[in-house]
């Protein structure tokens, strides 16, 4: 394998892709290993784990800021797209996947690499969509990927590391797999591989336990502008800050935890813990929002390809023409999905209070109304009842007319 000179390498600062720096050097006869990390908004200090990677190895350790791109073009498509994987998860770590994989390649090239890298195992979703991810980039590009090739067990590739001085960060005291990004934290592993037991309060950070949450529920408004949020309480906030105060308000009131059986891509069922506050609750309004502007036609299509969406997004066809053809309808869709929505936050409950759409609402009082201003006319339901019945009668008939 020393055909390869240079390898950027998506670095995490865990284990595995720590372990892959030195890996790449003497197993695969790499002679530049070239780290890169990706800035998403997780709030931790970079510093340390730019320097790791040069600790492990590497000859370079690069940082990329990702926090507004991962907003903008990421995390608003799938909030547009009511992005929920089978119905709960919405999608905060498969997200961040195509955008990493999409600032490796382009990196790569940058710097005339001969390959890129990463160190998923064959058992998870994230080897799926960065080598899927790649391919549509860059089907000329080759993808190493150590960690599902040397059959090392937990164990045996920590000590491998600390052969080359990389150090364990996983103890018996904290033994979960965590990743964390602006939208959320996801967390497995340890005590969580039994579906029986609860997780344990430690497991979360982001969302404040029912017991601990207020006593007093509050009320927040959040607008939306083409379907996507744009202010909460009045106040215009950027993409990132407008995420970061829906992750504030309501991880405080307990909101936002999913314990989950989730269908990984590779056809195993794994238990998943997230926290994903702002996002669920930016989908939960934008949802409701739709109600008031779309018709009825549309959003029992849209609710059709929503599912197919996220499909395609957890299984790691973001750069696919399936997924770039239904953003065409759902964006289409966003034109009219102007308003605002009032939510409720009370002790791990976001219930929504009221919605208003000035301009797009569909939503018609002199319609919906049994008071003395209602201009729905009912005479001429009996007709319509008739045709719409007729169908069911006409079979009715001919069923009865063959029992005789």
């Not at 950027?8 to 595995?16: E, F, H, I, M, P």
């Not at 976001?350 to 005479?379: C, E, I, N």
């Amino acid at each position: 394998m020393g055909q390869f000179k240079k390898v950027v390498l998506a670095y995490s600062g865990g284990v595995d892709t720590s372990v892959c720096i030195p890996y790449l050097k003497k197993e695969y006869g790499v002679e530049q290993v070239i780290a890169l990390a990706a800035d998403l908004g997780q709030g931790e200090e970079l510093e340390p784990i730019r320097r790791k990677a040069i600790d492990a190895g590497a000859s370079e350790s690069l940082i990329a800021d990702l926090v507004t791109p991962f907003i903008e073009e990421f995390a608003f498509p799938a909030i547009r797209a009511n992005g929920l994987y089978e119905g709960r998860y919405p999608l905060s770590t498969a997200l961040a996947r195509p955008l990493i994989a999409q600032r490796l390649v382009e990196v790569a090239k940058d710097l005339g690499a001969d390959a890129v890298a990463h160190g998923c195992t064959g058992k998870g979703n994230d080897q799926v969509r960065f080598d899927v991810a790649i391919a549509a980039l860059a089907p000329e590009m080759h993808v190493l990927t150590p960690a599902r090739e040397w059959g090392m067990s937990r164990e045996e590739t920590i000590s491998y590391g600390e052969r080359f001085g990389v150090p364990a960060p996983v103890s018996k005291k904290s033994p979960y797999s965590i990743d964390l990004n602006l939208l959320g934290r996801s967390v497995e592993a340890g005590c969580l591989e039994d579906p029986r037991i609860s997780p344990p309060e430690e497991v979360y950070a982001i969302t404040t336990s029912i017991d601990d949450a207020p006593n007093k529920p509050i009320e927040i408004e959040i607008a939306f502008e083409s379907g996507n949020p744009i202010s909460i309480d009045g106040i215009l906030l950027n993409p990132v800050d407008l995420i970061k105060k829906a992750n504030l308000l309501a991880g405080n009131h307990g909101f936002g935890r999913i314990d989950i059986i989730e269908n990984r891509v590779v056809g195993i069922k794994s238990r998943e813990i997230y926290e994903t506050p702002g996002l669920l609750l930016l989908i939960l309004a934008h949802q409701e929002l739709e109600s008031l502007t779309l018709s009825a036609e549309v959003l029992r299509t849209k609710s059709q390809l929503e599912r197919q969406w996220s499909e395609l997004v957890y299984q790691g066809l973001w750069f696919s023409p399936l997924k770039e053809a239904i953003d065409a309808f759902i964006n289409q869709t966003q034109n009219n999905v102007n308003g605002s929505v009032k939510i409720r936050l009370y002790k791990g409950n976001a219930t929504v209070v009221g919605r208003h759409s000035p301009d797009d609402s569909l939503y018609l009082p002199s319609m919906a109304t049994y008071g003395d201003d209602d201009k729905f006319d009912h005479r001429s339901a009996e007709g319509f009842i008739y045709i719409w019945g007729l169908p069911s009668r006409i079979w009715s008939a001919v069923r009865n007319k063959q029992k005789k």
